[in-house]
């Protein structure tokens, strides 16, 4: 069963509006965090996370809320969605070394 | 600071033919090295890792040797298959720190 798991897997928004991205992991790993993949720029770190209640910013964070309500759930809120960020993400979790990645989100932003 | 620079793709083989991606990194620690595949539509995963230097990893018939010396972690298949194609990342992690640090990563098209 799939260990990291993120809803919706994708969603279009409208420019201003408001997103929320979720993600749910079994792992009981401490450590969360939310990247963002575009085209020639691999994977970025939005923002972190290593225990329930507490988030940091990763390389990218502008424009971008995380939430940390529980050691199993981690969210990414987009307050004000622009059209640049538009593009897919994933939530991943990790242990000693290893990062599990879930399926992605695909955010289109009109 | 804490790098890792990877070939710039898309790479285009036939299969059965070898493959090299290259892969250094900088860091004035002591990482664990790794190499992840993506496939279309899924999120990356870990294809190995090697936490010593000079020690080889390997997995599905691919295969990277963490060099210190030379700072490289280049990967290696002797013959591609049409399945191998994906995207994949070099990454180091570093003792005690919270971040793992992706490679661009290198898009391979493998034809049949």
């Known amino acids: 069963e799939a260990a990291v798991t993120q809803s919706p897997r994708s969603k279009v928004a409208v420019t201003g509006g408001k997103v929320t991205l979720s993600c749910h992991q079994t792992n009981n790993h401490d450590y969360m965090y939310w990247y963002r993949q575009d085209t020639g720029h691999g994977l970025r770190l939005i923002h972190y996370?290593?225990?329930?209640?507490?988030?940091e910013k990763g390389d990218i964070p502008d424009g971008y809320k995380a939430s940390r309500p529980s050691q199993e759930n981690f969210s990414l809120i987009l307050e004000l969605a622009s059209l640049s960020q538009t593009a897919v993400y994933f939530c991943?979790?990790?242990?000693?070394?290893?990062?599990?990645f879930g399926p992605g989100t695909r955010l289109t932003v009109l | 600071g804490d790098s890792v620079t990877q070939t710039e793709g898309p790479v285009t083989l036939s299969e059965g033919t070898s493959l090299t991606v290259n892969c250094s990194y900088e860091?004035?620690?002591?990482?664990?090295l790794f190499w992840y595949v993506q496939y279309p539509g899924e999120g990356p995963q870990l294809l190995f890792k090697v936490p010593k230097a000079n020690e080889k990893g390997s997995n599905r018939g691919f295969e990277a040797t963490y060099n210190k010396e030379a700072t490289s972690f280049h990967l290696q298949k002797a013959s591609v298959q049409e399945s191998d194609s994906a995207v994949y990342y070099c990454?180091?992690?570093?003792?005690?720190?919270?971040?793992?640090?992706f490679g661009k990563g290198t898009h391979l098209h493998v034809l049949p």
């Open positions: 860091t004035k620690q002591y990482p664990t």
């Open positions: 996370s290593y225990v329930a209640d507490s988030t």
């Open positions: 991943a979790s990790r242990d000693d070394y290893e990062q599990y």
């Open positions: 990454a180091l992690s570093l003792t005690n720190a919270y971040k793992v640090i």
